[in-house]
């Protein structure tokens, strides 16, 4: 978002992928859907949640379409959508998102102008450090 670029995103959780694109411009950001990071402790690493491990690629291969789709200029996008697969029910669903009015990084009156540190945030230099 602070560079001006689209992001391709991708997450995953045990057996359910999403994937959607992030346009600056275009449609909502990262910070419309999650407006400030989760505590440490809601964000589980997969060592510590799980994931199946044929969903990292299933959803990599549906951001690198993505990816080739913003390159090309064709087809429809993931940009204002959200793409949730369901691997246990093989359900895939898309969702409809919208941009925040009061998003603090895109609406009309941002506060985000720089990322902060995620490693202090995450207090991830005391755990590499341990
Ligand atoms: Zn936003």
Request: aromatic share 6%; hydrophobic share 40%.
């Amino acid at each position: 978002m602070l560079a001006k670029k689209p992001n391709v995103h991708g997450s995953i959780f045990q057996f359910e992928g999403q994937a959607t694109v992030l346009y600056p411009g275009k449609g909502p950001c990262y910070r419309c859907l999650y407006p400030e990071p989760p505590p440490p402790e809601m964000a589980p690493s997969c060592q510590e949640a799980g994931v199946l491990g044929v969903l990292p690629g299933l959803i990599g291969v549906i951001q690198a379409l993505e990816a080739i789709k913003l390159i090309l200029g064709k087809g429809d996008t993931l940009i204002g959508r959200l793409l949730c697969f369901n691997t246990l029910t093989m359900e895939i669903n898309t969702l409809k998102l919208k941009a925040d009015a009061s998003c603090p990084m895109c609406g009309e009156k941002p506060t985000i102008h720089q990322l902060i540190d995620y490693e202090e945030f995450c207090n991830l230099r005391a755990v590499h450090a341990a």
